[in-house]
């Protein structure tokens, strides 16, 4: 089992930039791949970003290339979410995802463990 939690959600301004975390416990997830997920209200779960196990690998999705950086500390256990140049289409509830078997992919149901989410909300 993995615990995820993230943080570092908020209100912004367009323009704006936001760092979210995501914080795992119960098992060190070095050696598995790492995604974020956002779903906004009446909208299914949207692919955001992943990362290989040793950081070396990185993956977007084109809504966010140039603007979201994905990035990981495996000696913390934590996966980061840099996003800059927000936009009010980012406006969404942001989840974090472990892959067990360390694919890099966009699939939602091939993540094997969630977070709860944080909230994320860019004003025009």
């Known amino acids: 089992q993995v615990q995820l939690v993230e943080s570092g959600g908020g209100l912004v301004q367009a323009g704006d930039s936001l760092r979210l975390s995501c914080a795992a416990s119960?098992?060190?997830?070095?050696?598995?791949?790492m995604g974020w997920f956002r779903q906004a209200p009446g909208k299914e779960r949207e692919f955001v970003a992943a990362?290989?196990?040793?950081?070396?690998?990185?993956y977007y999705t084109n809504s966010v290339k140039g603007r979201f950086t994905i990035s990981r500390d495996n000696a913390g256990n934590t996966v980061y979410l840099q996003m800059n140049n927000l936009k009010p289409e980012d406006t969404a509830v942001y989840h974090c995802?472990?892959?067990?078997?360390?694919?890099?992919?966009?699939?939602?149901?091939?993540?094997?463990?969630w977070g709860q989410g944080t909230q994320v909300t860019v004003s025009s």
């Open positions: 995802a472990v892959d067990l078997s360390n694919v890099l992919r966009s699939s939602a149901d091939k993540y094997d463990f």
């Open positions: 990362i290989s196990w040793s950081g070396s690998s990185t």
């Open positions: 119960g098992r060190a997830i070095s050696n598995f791949v």
